[in-house]
């Protein structure tokens, strides 16, 4: 069961990701968090949702295709961000 939260998420990362090729084959994604305060937060906890949503705007089949995978903090900004960089692995 997914969030009303959830879903808006969702919606608001096919948006951003509109117009965006499908990336086939394996991938590498490389994450900056940039959190909306300086609040503690644990990195990790942005992946389900963020790796869901990117699939089901069709930027990939599947999130299974990811063979690397990095997650880091940045500076934190107002409302929050994720950096998101997405290849294909050489």
Do not use: F
């Amino acid at each position: 069961m997914i969030s009303a939260d959830g879903l808006r998420y969702r919606r608001d990362v096919a948006a951003a990701t509109l117009g965006l090729p499908k990336m086939m084959g394996r991938l590498d994604m490389a994450i900056v968090m940039c959190a909306p305060d300086r609040r503690r937060r644990d990195v990790d906890n942005i992946l389900k949702a963020t790796l869901d949503a990117m699939m089901h705007a069709g930027l990939y089949d599947d999130d299974s295709q990811i063979d690397r995978l990095s997650v880091v903090r940045g500076n934190s900004v107002s409302g929050g961000c994720l950096l998101v960089s997405l290849e294909v692995c050489k």
